[in-house]
């Protein structure tokens, strides 16, 4: 069982930055395929920003582009994501996101708890 644990949510105005961090468990964290997700009310989850299962790739929100940035520590177990330019849109729960292979063909989807953010006008 891979645990994730989000920080860094709260609120921010208009215009405002925050970071979230995603600390993971497992000694093979270089291997997991990294994403945020959001989830605002009454809406889907969708997807924010990931690094693909293949690696040294990323892929971003039409929504979010050119103002989130997802990145990792390797050495700290940790995802990032960067938001700038936060708009009220934005507001929803985010939840870290983890595909762990188990073998050559398995994988297994891992979430995060989720953190609140809220984006005031």
């Known amino acids: 069982q891979v645990q994730l644990i989000e920080s860094g949510g709260g609120l921010v105005q208009a215009g405002g930055s925050l970071r979230l961090s995603c600390a993971a468990s497992?000694?093979?964290?270089?291997?997991?395929?990294m994403g945020w997700f959001r989830q605002a009310p009454g809406k889907e989850r969708e997807l924010v920003a990931a690094?693909?299962?293949?690696?040294?790739?990323?892929v971003y929100a039409d929504s979010v582009k050119g103002r989130f940035t997802i990145s990792r520590d390797n050495a700290k177990n940790t995802a990032y994501l960067q938001m700038n330019s936060l708009k009220p849109d934005d507001t929803g729960v985010y939840y870290c996101?983890?595909?762990?292979?188990?073998?050559?063909?398995?994988?297994?989807?891992?979430w995060g708890q989720g953190t609140q953010v809220t984006v005031s006008s």
């Open positions: 996101n983890a595909d762990v292979p188990s073998d050559s063909s398995t994988w297994f989807r891992y």
């Open positions: 690094f693909t299962r293949s690696g040294g790739t990323t």
């Open positions: 497992g000694r093979t964290f270089s291997r997991y395929a």
